[in-house]
């Protein structure tokens, strides 16, 4: 079984084009059924519906949260489909299973003053200051996953006509830089950058104060220190960011398909959730204009 685990995960890794992350996703939730299929003596190729929701039930015991048990579900369901492709099973055990019903979360957003508040922190007395400062800038101005943005290498950033080309796993996409975001990154890249870096190979655009490709770990610390300093009494994630650039977008008039394009989501119902945070000025505009309201 561990042959067709290994060619599972490199066929979706090959088609489906996924990241890193989601296949060890992918894998986990896999060898975590096995372990419970072999611990309650099952064949996995016999497996049956009745089988799959008992192990769906026990993941819920086990207080699992709806979003992993519906992951964990979709895992297996991909590979059972995989199977039966390759005629290894005749029927896919999970086909009539629903996965639990999500409950979408409110995003936690910050207001304008508060972004105003966090990026005002950062000071360019040094290199680390100029640094922070044109990061958190770019993080709000591009709204990019905490992933994309240390994963972007230097050439991905064209400073001259003002957008970053970002290269997730699913697709490439252009997102535009506002000229506050422009000119902290051109000050970061002239002045402070080229010192930073050890190595002239080393095309990671933002670095640690050790010249590497800064990490998650490294960019969530210098969000919180900043919020502290700021004195905002909201938990501050780089995925906050994320959520403000999207809300203000919105609020400001931008075209939902637009933010959707520029976060780099593949269904509209993901951005959808920055509704709510609607001005009621912009809704009762649409009540009174729209023919259909």
Known sequence: MEKQVTLFLEFIRDEKKLSENTL???????????????????????????????????????????????????SIRAFYQFLKRNKKVKKDPTENIQAPKIEKKVPNILTSKEVELLLEQPKNIDLKGIRDKAMLEFAYATGMRVTEIISLNIDDVNLEDGYVNCKSSEKERSIPLGSMALKALRGYIEKARGIMIKDEDNKALFVNVNGKRLTRQGFWKIVKYYKEQAHISKDITPHVLRHSFATHLLQNGAELKAIQTMLGHSDISSTQVYMQFQDESLRGIYKKAHPRA
């Open 24 to 74: 060890q996703s992918y894998q986990r939730d896999i060898l975590q059924y096995m372990q419970y299929v072999d611990s309650n003596r099952l064949n996995f190729y016999k497996v049956k519906e009745d089988d799959i929701r008992k192990y769906l039930n026990h993941l819920a015991e086990l207080n699992k949260k709806a979003t992993t048990i519906s992951r964990n579900l979709a």
